[in-house]
């Protein structure tokens, strides 16, 4: 979790020193979601075992991440907000980050033998919902005029990430593992998203000037870090609280995810919005997630 701060922090102190051109922050976020999340999903999700072990923390996390989606949809509506916002908001909120910040965190305030069912969490929810999700909401809302159903599909169909997940999702339907080599090209290649995206958003944090939207911030990391895991957590209290629970209420109060946020500036939507919700969901989550921990244990 720590290294992630890090992380950021640098790219803000770039971003804010302006020590490196404009054109570095779009040119991260293509080869983010061109590249080193193509590379990630094509390492991780031939791994996942196919058998009913998944069912309940695959269940949460989804609806989890539907409830929000319909959330963010009803609250935009009633707030008359603009196509781009809405779309950065269905693209940053319901996405936690359950991999680089919720598998640390996990083990660290739950234990070790908790991580198994984060990680089907994380990949059979969150990792599927970024390639599923975010395509066709960047498809949706993204640069220019709303697209006609053809241009969607097309759109949808071509998004890189959602390309590689069929791939990844047919391996490990078939029992089949990667060739060595090309695991640890895809190894090698995935390992690179946490560093350029964190880089990519801290480039986009301006902490002097304005741009800030407080009301989206905490309507956003409200929702997604505080109501959101507050009503998983009473559902879990009551079918009865177990460990499974226990981990689905701590994942699902993760900040926003920082790819969600790469994809929604490459999309076209509002950077600095989604920017902001992950950097600050972030630097939040060291004082809301041991909280919750607290409460669960």
Not at 54 to 82: C, E, F, T
Not at 87 to 103: H, K, Q, R, Y
Not at 214 to 232: F, N, Q, Y
Request: no cysteine.
């Amino acid at each position: 979790m720590l290294a992630v701060l890090v992380l950021l922090v640098v790219g803000i102190v770039l971003g804010n020193l302006r020590w490196l051109p404009a054109s570095v922050g779009p040119a991260l976020d293509l080869v983010l979601v061109r590249v080193s999340l193509p590379g990630l999903i094509l390492a991780v999700v031939p791994r996942i075992p196919v058998d009913a072990s998944l069912l309940l923390p695959a269940v949460v996390a989804w609806a989890v991440l539907l409830g929000s989606v319909a959330a963010v949809w009803v609250g935009s509506r009633l707030a008359r907000l603009d196509r781009r916002t809405t779309g950065t908001l269905l693209v940053v909120v319901p996405l936690s980050n359950t991999g680089f910040l919720g598998f640390p965190a996990v083990e660290a305030l739950l234990g070790p033998e908790f991580l198994p069912p984060a990680i089907v969490y994380d990949q059979v929810g969150s990792f599927l919902a970024l390639a599923t999700l975010t395509s066709v909401v960047a498809a949706r809302y993204g640069r220019g005029e709303p697209p006609g159903p053809r241009t969607m599909a097309r759109r949808v169909a071509t998004f890189p990430p959602l390309v590689f997940l069929v791939i990844g999702l047919a391996l490990a339907m078939a029992g089949t593992a990667l060739p060595a080599p090309l695991q640890e090209v895809a190894d090698i290649v995935g390992a690179t998203v946490t560093p350029l995206a964190m880089l990519a958003v801290g480039l986009r944090l301006r902490l002097a000037g304005g741009g800030w939207r407080p009301g989206m911030l905490a309507a956003g990391l409200g929702w997604s870090m505080l109501l959101a895991p507050a009503l998983v957590y009473v559902l879990a209290r009551a079918v009865g609280m177990d460990a499974v629970w226990q981990v689905s209420v701590l994942e699902t109060a993760m900040p926003p995810m920082v790819m969600g946020g790469v994809i929604a500036a490459a999309a076209g939507l509002d950077d600095r919005l989604a920017a902001q919700l992950v950097a600050i969901g972030a630097v939040a989550s060291m004082a809301t997630l041991p909280a919750w921990a607290l409460l669960l244990t």
